[in-house]
């Protein structure tokens, strides 16, 4: 059986990590059968060094967007079969936006933002014994910020970097509208990806003004519960 290496369930979602919950999402898209083996200490076993990563019929595959195209291409998945090549461009696109940008934003939000970190520091480490539980936390916040800095993402105020958040969501929203899933009444594999991020954001258990940024949009948070109540109604 396919076998979904991620890091657990923290912060009230099936995993922290939208990379892995967009292949979570998108195996229940699918309809593909599969086992979860979760644990912090996956990502050292992680080809790349990150996580997700899948191991099926012995070959393992690493990166979201390559398991995903291993999905679509092994298993026979016509997810996209019913969209035009104009959209199967913009899915890809708007993966890309969300990979590359969104992602670091929920990060900051997490990691950098005094407001959340007590929380997520608690999440991810309270249940490590003494001594670890006082010194690992801040050995990965710190690895974090530089990746943040890095990227770029820190180097902006706050206020422009929940502008940049205002308009990713509200993007969304105008493409979403009202419709089941983002190119109509079927769902594509875009539709495990746009939900990942969304729910990072709306659905996990934590209150700071980016996820209160996505909260706003009530079309956003009807596609989440929508998504969440159809397919992850175990």
Request: charge should be positive; aromatic fraction near 14%; include cysteine.
């Amino acid at each position: 059986m396919l076998t979904l290496y991620t890091f657990g369930s923290y912060l009230g979602m099936p995993d922290p990590s939208p990379f892995v919950l967009k292949v979570d999402a998108y195996l229940r898209l699918a309809n593909i059968e599969f086992a979860v083996k979760p644990a912090l200490t996956n990502s050292r076993r992680a080809p790349k060094g990150k996580l997700p990563f899948i191991k099926d019929n012995n070959k393992t595959v690493a990166d979201s967007q390559f398991i995903l195209e291993y999905l679509e291409s092994y298993y026979d998945v016509q997810l996209d079969a019913h969209l035009t090549d104009e959209q199967k461009a913009t899915a890809y696109l708007i993966t890309k936006s969300l990979d590359e940008n969104l992602y670091f934003i929920l990060v900051y939000s997490r990691w950098y933002c005094e407001k959340t970190w007590p929380q997520v520091k608690q999440a991810f480490f309270g249940k490590f014994p003494f001594p670890i539980k006082q010194i690992l936390p801040n050995v990965a916040r710190k690895g974090v910020l530089k990746t943040l800095h890095n990227q770029g993402i820190s180097r902006h105020s706050r206020n422009e970097i929940e502008h940049i958040t205002a308009r990713s969501f509200q993007a969304l929203a105008d493409l979403i509208g009202e419709k089941p899933f983002i190119f109509g009444d079927k769902p594509c594999s875009l539709d495990a990806t746009v939900y990942a991020f969304l729910a990072e954001f709306i659905l996990a258990e934590l209150d700071n003004s980016f996820n209160s940024l996505a909260k706003q949009h009530q079309g956003l948070v009807k596609y989440c519960q929508r998504f969440q109540q159809t397919y992850y109604r175990d």
